[in-house]
């Protein structure tokens, strides 16, 4: 019986296991957190607000208002640019609502430094996809966030990125595989370059598109490597669930 039950339990923890993997790695002499999430195991999910229109702001939260049906995340991260009441800045749609709208055009700051581009969640893949040819394509996101600018756009840098760029941050994004079955989440440990941290997506990864989702408030979740980090209070948050044990 009691071996029955321990292989039961390898069943259960393999699959999740496999959902959500981070890992350190050096790449051109710089550092980052890396974590790669196998769409078709995982629950990934977008989170904004709890049911009474408060901003969850936190690791936390999120985990807070999980436990209530038995569950946890297994990973989060920041998940793009907000205002200053941590509304979505860009298109937001979580559990298949939408609460804000995409945006379209060039503006001020890192967001409207375009190309930029959309996190789109669905039920069987994970896509990053430039703004405007989301708004052509318009697919059916459960989950959904924008951000900017694309740090890589089908297989290239961004073309404003410089290569001697000098503006160095602790920066977070998320790139996806061709087949839309693989979305990988990457901090920066160090400080870098937008030229740097495109670089890793596109040289290193080998990922075909990637979005940048914030750069400075950059924060993780990590528990397999002891990590929750704390700080100012977030916007959106994109995080992995599973089960509490």
């Known amino acids: 019986m009691l071996r029955c039950l321990v292989f039961m339990s390898l069943l259960w923890a393999g699959p ?9 790695e050096t790449y051109n002499e710089r550092s980052y957190t890396i974590c790669r999430v196998d769409i078709q195991n995982a629950d ?10 408060k901003s969850f702001g936190s690791f936390a939260n999120v985990d807070k208002a999980l436990a209530t049906s038995g569950q946890q995340l297994s990973f989060a991260m920041n998940a793009g640019m907000y205002h200053q009441d941590r509304s979505p800045v860009g298109l937001y749609i979580e559990a298949g609502k939408q609460s804000a709208p995409l945006v379209i055009g060039a503006s001020p700051g890192n967001f409207g430094l ?10 069987q893949r994970a896509d990053v996809i ?3 040819r ?3 394509r318009a697919p059916a996101c459960t989950y959904a966030t924008q951000s900017g600018p694309m740090l890589v756009v089908d297989g290239a840098l961004h073309p404003r990125f410089l290569r001697n760029g ?3 941050y602790i920066r977070n994004g998320v790139g996806t595989s061709s087949d839309g079955q693989s979305a990988v989440f990457v901090i920066s440990t160090t400080p870098v370059t937008f030229y740097e941290f495109g670089s890793l997506f596109k040289d290193h990864l080998g990922l075909p598109n990637a979005l940048y989702l914030d750069g400075n408030i950059s924060k993780l979740h990590a528990p397999e490597l002891g990590r ?10 994109v ?7």
């Open 16 to 24: 999740l296991a496999a959902a959500v993997s981070c890992e350190s």
């Open 44 to 53: 990934l999910r977008l989170f904004l607000q709890t049911p009474n229109g």
């Open 114 to 123: 375009v190309p930029n581009g959309v996190f789109c969640i669905q039920e």
């Open 130 to 132: 430039e703004t405007l």
């Open 134 to 136: 989301f708004q052509k």
């Open 166 to 168: 000098t503006s160095r």
């Open 228 to 237: 929750s980090d704390m700080g100012f209070a977030m916007g959106p948050i």
């Open 239 to 245: 995080g992995v669930v599973a089960p509490a044990p």
